[in-house]
């Protein structure tokens, strides 16, 4: 399976070799330097790739991480090149399958961690909050409801985890322990400080950004760069912020509907993952496009 009428499951390039299939992007090697990253309408939940696609979810995914790769160069320097696509995919036909979902990016080494910011209390920092009154190991004051808003922005890595496999929460020490203490600490100062400037723009445009994932990586000079993605709805929960209560879960603009989908059926969260109803893949696009509309305008 490839595609569903307005959805593409997988690139299927013939002009440049694949390098990696991941849960949500098809990598392709153009050369030594160079790579071609292209996000399909896959859908991963819990960390397990679900059979059906969500139409367009790979255009919005792509504007939106374009738009704040561009917007927070500022702090720290992205993989995205400024290469014509038509310069890697001269075959015009090819070229359509991907155009508006694909990248040119600089290769880098991804860091073997997940670097998450969480400004809210909700999902798995909820669950850590409620069995342990901390989230990776940070102390948070008692009392806390699901879904408020933290004293201040922390620092919550987990690992990397293969496809199909669960990502952990690890603590800051074991991040120290697996890239170093200097690496660390820069890693978990730009997640922060990524974090809280998204975060200040979203809520302007009526948008709560309560957590979100960076991936970041190393060039062959040794820059760390910011990778993958930034900002989606895909690697963050967005919230409407007129709508937001602490309590419970809020309604959102990102793959949370199609999680509280998939936690009302007896399913254990491994592989081969449940189809999808007609309604809510739908609803799903919506969401995307709506927090796309909202952030970027378009």
């Not at 445009?205 to 190393?218: M, P, Y």
Request: net charge negative.
């Amino acid at each position: 399976m490839t595609a569903t009428p307005d959805a593409l499951h997988s690139a299927d390039l013939r002009s440049l070799p694949l390098l990696h299939q991941g849960k949500v992007r098809d990598v392709y090697a153009i050369d030594d330097e160079r790579l071609l990253i292209v996000a399909t309408d896959r859908l991963s939940a819990f960390d397990v790739v679900l059979p059906d696609p969500i139409p367009g979810k790979g255009l919005v995914l792509t504007a939106v991480s374009n738009f704040w790769f561009r917007r927070l160069q500022h702090i720290v320097p992205n993989h995205l090149l400024d290469v014509p696509l038509a310069e890697v995919i001269p075959d015009p036909t090819e070229r359509a399958r991907v155009e508006g979902r694909a990248v040119v990016a600089r290769r880098a080494r991804p860091l073997p961690v997940e670097a998450i910011a969480r400004g809210y209390l909700i999902g798995s920092g909820w669950k850590d909050y409620q069995r342990t009154g901390a989230v990776c190991g940070i102390a948070l004051p008692p009392g806390l409801r699901q879904a408020d808003r933290l004293p201040e922005p922390i620092f919550t890595p987990s690992t990397k985890a293969a496809v199909g496999d669960h990502d952990e929460n690890v603590s800051f020490e074991q991040v120290e322990r697996l890239i170093g203490t200097e690496l660390a600490a820069r890693i978990r100062d730009l997640t922060l400080r990524l974090y809280s400037e998204a975060a200040n723009y979203a809520h302007n445009r009526g948008i709560i950004i309560a957590d979100t994932k960076f991936e970041f990586g190393l060039d062959r000079d040794g820059q760390l760069l910011l990778i993958d993605e930034a900002l989606t709805p895909d690697s963050s929960r967005f919230w409407p912020a007129d709508q937001y209560q602490p309590g419970s879960s809020p309604p959102s603009f990102d793959k949370q509907f199609v999680r509280d989908y998939l936690e009302s059926l007896n399913w254990d969260k491994t592989p081969p993952g449940p189809r999808l109803p007609a309604e809510v893949i739908r609803k799903t696009a919506e969401k995307y496009r709506e927090a796309q509309r909202r952030l970027i305008g378009e």
